[in-house]
T-cell receptor, first 116, second 114 residues
């Protein structure tokens, strides 16, 4: 079984300051991990993903995440927040075994507010 | 190409009514799935399909039916709508089930059941 916990339901940052969104996962198999972003009344857009290569993953719009197996974490960071980063962010895990299909397990989401 | 499309964008139903949410993709993806999104719960898998003619249940399948007669289309049917099915529904697709396969999401259908 797999699960995802996003440790903060809401994060508030000032424009130009760093953003940290925390994610812990549980998986019985070697997982793949994703971060998706959802802007208000929009669909989900992939920010970045970890499969099995480099543990530091760079994504779009200046975001990056580090896979830490020992801590079962996949935290998302950005050095300098922009007003357009205001959105909801989802950490997602999938087990890489055929019997599991391609099923994604989502965290509860973190809503980011960016203050001018 | 249009990617993943969903219709309608918004729907209001009365309890007991039935309806079909449409999902189509033009990327020749084998894998398609339906999720529902509720506040604070992320997205939860309803049903999925690994190819035409093959479907399976996800985490929350009760009250929903699916079929997959073509690669392109994956409709979701509500047989008798209930207020608990008020939610935002997302369809997703991916090329296959490979390691770290990216899933592409549609824009969503917002459903209100009165």
């Amino acid at each position: 079984a797999q699960s995802v916990t996003q440790l903060d339901s809401h994060v508030s940052v000032s424009e130009g300051t760093p953003v940290l969104l925390r994610c812990n996962y549980s998986s019985s198999y070697s997982p793949s991990l994703f971060w998706y972003v959802q802007h208000p009344n929009k669909g989900l857009q992939l920010l970045l993903k970890y499969t099995s290569a480099a543990t530091l993953v760079k994504g779009i719009n200046g975001f990056e995440a580090e896979f830490k197996k020992s801590e079962t974490s996949f935290h998302l960071t950005k050095p300098s927040a922009h007003m357009s980063d205001a959105a909801e962010y989802f950490c997602v895990v999938t087990e890489n075994r055929k019997a599991a299909g391609n099923k994604l397990t989502f965290g509860g989401g973190t809503r980011v507010l960016v203050k001018p | 190409n249009a990617g993943v499309t969903q219709t309608p964008k918004f729907q209001v139903l009365k309890t007991g009514q039935s309806m079909t949410l449409q999902c189509a993709q033009d990327m020749n993806h084998e894998y398609m799935s339906w999720y529902r999104q509720d506040p604070g719960m992320g997205l939860r898998l309803i049903h999925y399909s690994v190819g035409a003619g093959i479907t399976d249940q996800g985490e929350v399948p009760n009250g929903y039916n699916v079929s997959r007669s073509t690669t392109e289309d994956f409709p979701l049917r509500l047989l008798s709508a209930a207020p608990s099915q008020t939610s935002v529904y997302f369809c997703a697709s991916s090329y296959g089930q490979g390691r770290g396969e990216t899933q592409y999401f549609g824009p969503g259908t917002r459903l209100l059941v009165l």
